[in-house]
């Protein structure tokens, strides 16, 4: 079954720190994976995308790394501000009759406290 | 900047009526997506559409819910009758299907629907 798990549900940090966001998947077969920012009451925006053959990629201050051995994804998030507060939701696509099906993982709620 | 334009923004209505939810995609993008997002499922896929014609609609309840694309600059989704289980935040995201697949979709702000 094609699923994309993250961790954790929530998180709470102080503005200024650092945090990593993770994402497990079993999605099959793997195009490509994205992480998107939600902010409360807006659609969900891509910040970064990954695919098989990249392990790093880099936003400004958001970092993503990709083990496709392992089906595992992270988002780091560097220097945390006040406008980081989100859901970040990690998107897995996989290619199904010659389109790109995306499966949603849950998200994790961030919150930064000032 | 070209925008996912979703209408009405909010509705409020009654167990029983009859709810369209329409969204205007981005000119030029050739696949539409309907979801549907709630605190305890997240982002659920209720239908695809690829040039117009719908791919896959498995994750609608076929007997209340209906999604068409009437022509490529509209979609829209139809609940007939309303269920309370149907309250959520139903979003349309648009984007570049096959030949593009590092395109990203492109969602809108999403309907807020509370059946009371």
């Known amino acids: 079954k094609n699923q994309v798990e993250q961790s954790p549900q929530s998180l709470i940090i102080l503005e200024g720190k650092n945090c990593t966001l993770q994402?497990?998947?079993?999605?099959?077969?793997?195009?490509?994976l994205r992480w998107y920012k939600q902010d409360t009451g807006r659609g969900p925006v891509s910040l970064t995308i990954m695919t098989f053959s990249e392990n790093t990629k880099s936003n400004g201050r958001y970092t993503a790394t990709l083990d496709a051995d392992t089906k595992q994804s992270s988002l780091h998030i560097t220097a945390s501000q006040l406008s980081d507060s989100a859901s970040y939701i990690c998107?897995?696509?996989?290619?199904?009759?010659?389109?790109?099906?995306?499966?949603f993982g849950r998200g994790t709620s961030l919150i930064v406290h000032p | 900047d070209a925008r996912v334009t979703q209408t009405p923004r909010h509705k409020v209505t009654e167990m029983g009526q009859e709810v369209t939810m329409r969204c205007q995609p981005i000119?030029?993008?050739?696949?539409v997506f309907w979801y549907r997002q709630t605190m305890m499922q997240g982002l659920e896929l209720l239908a695809y559409?690829?040039?117009?014609?719908?791919?896959?609609d498995s994750g609608m309840p076929k007997d209340r819910f209906s999604a068409e694309m009437p022509d490529a600059t509209l979609a829209t989704l139809k609940i007939q009758p309303s269920e309370p289980r149907d309250s959520a935040v139903y979003f349309c995201?648009?984007?570049?299907?096959?030949?593009?697949?590092?395109?990203?979709?492109?969602f809108g702000n999403g309907t807020r629907l509370t059946v009371t």
């Open positions: 998107v897995v696509s996989r290619i199904s009759g010659g389109s790109y099906i995306p499966t």
């Open positions: 559409f690829r040039n117009r014609a719908p791919l896959d």
């Open positions: 994402c497990n998947y079993t999605v099959s077969p793997f195009s490509n």
């Open positions: 000119l030029g993008h050739n696949t």
């Open positions: 995201a648009s984007g570049l299907g096959q030949g593009a697949k590092n395109s990203p979709l492109h």
